[in-house]
């Protein structure tokens, strides 16, 4: 195909559950592409000398060689060309902010619409579980190492991914009951299933990797603990679950809730019910989950209070669109004040409008409260999704570096840690990110914990 001729195909878009369809459930709401549609797509890519993709994916798949093959009908070899440096492609492919990563440097999206990188990946994925086939190479032979992992999610679970495919032998401590980190207690089955999930750690424990769960280190043993158990290294990937406040009056109210407490909850089945009137505060991931979450759990009226404008939320323009169809209303360029109530429990949340000013650090236009701009809302529930910060109980008992931030100090390089022994990575390390940042720091410290076990570190 001429270059033109592969300019004038459009962007294809997958078919999508109605808003009728999903409202009252948790179905993925986003289908595959067929085979036809996927081949469509994949001949929109151009090939490039010098691909952005692959710099732009937090991974660097090599993304140009498995959409060639794709294109060429050789299907499972695009699906090992990603498993070279993917430890889990069902789930990237469904949840990767790819207009931030590798689609934002597509060179498509220079002048129209990028090449549907993320879609394409799924499809291949997708086919192998359809075909039946093996979603792991062989397992290696044991070397008689050891290494102890504290957290299953995309971090914990990538090391052990690599070292067990090396013939190490990976123990994966988590304290929650279900493996996956916020895969699985954050993200909403809507945007990830969990029988997705499942195939993952299926895979994982085929390779002799063992998942204790109910465990929490620093608290029920402290890392100096496990390595006296016989590890030979330990790796903490315990990701950031404590929620940051609010910081304004009435947020100890009964009805004030925190977003990844709420999603946590929720996805462990408890039965958490928010009322008819809900407020979420932030406007990232966290924030359109819970909303989302809240009207599937029959929650009527759900508002998003955001301090800047659309333009400047951090979540991908998916998420925003498909909030937006199912009804959230978001207040833009509002912030809380005050929280109030009546006998311990909220009645309604003050806000203050604001407008953007200079850039601040990030980047971003700073927002202003506009003086004398107060309004309310009433509300049975208001949930702050404001961010996340590290829970440092795991390192109880092990004097380890931490940034200002509250973050583990690695050297960047080995992401080995001030104590030789231990290593980090995920959003330990970097602050709340994303699943394929935290697998690729996965990668990087499995490489350097073999180094270390076979003394080259
Ligand atoms: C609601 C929500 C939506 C998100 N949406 C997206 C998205 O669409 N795309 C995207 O790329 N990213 C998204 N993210 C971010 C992404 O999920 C995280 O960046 C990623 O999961 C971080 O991986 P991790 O392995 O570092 O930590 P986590 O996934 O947080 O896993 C850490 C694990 O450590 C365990 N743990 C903690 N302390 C201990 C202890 N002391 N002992 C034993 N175990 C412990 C925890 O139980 C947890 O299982 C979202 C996050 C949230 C909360």
Known sequence: MKPKERMAIPRQRPRELSVAERIDNFK???FGFDHDTAKLEAERCLQCKKPGCIKGCPLHNDIPSFIRLLREGEIEDAYWTIRKTSSMPAICSRVCPQEFQCEGSCIRAKKGEAVAIGMLERYIVDWMVEQGKD???????PTGQKVAIVGSGPAGMTVAYNLAHKGIKC???DSLPIPGGMLSVGIPPFRLPRDIIKAEFDALKSCGVEIIDGV????????????????DAVFVGVGAHESRKLGIPGEDLEGVLHGVDYLRDVNLGKDVDL??????VGGGNVAIDVARTALRLGSRDVFILYRRTRKEMPA????????????VRVEFLAAPIAIHGKGGRLEKIECIRMELGEPDESGRR?????????????????????????DPTVVN???IKRTSWGTFEVNPDTLQTSVPWIFAGGDDVLGPQTVAKAAYHGRIAADSIEKFLNGQL
Not at 135 to 141: G, N, Q
Not at 319 to 327: A, D, L, N, P, V
């Open 28 to 30: 993925e709401i986003v």
């Open 397 to 399: 008992g092990v004097e």
């Open 316 to 327: 991908s323009e998916t998420e925003i669109h498909h909030m937006e169809e199912e009804g």
């Open 135 to 141: 979603l792991m190479e062989p397992c290696a032979l």
């Open 275 to 280: 009322g008819q009137r809900v407020v979420v």
């Open 216 to 231: 929490t280190i620093g608290k029920d043993k402290t890392l100096q603990e496990v390595k006296e158990e016989g590890f």
């Open 366 to 390: 700073r927002p202003v409260p506009i003086e004398g701009s107060n309004f309310f809302i009433e509300a049975d529930a208001v949930v702050a999704a404001i961010s996340q910060r590290v």
């Open 171 to 173: 123990t994966i401590y």
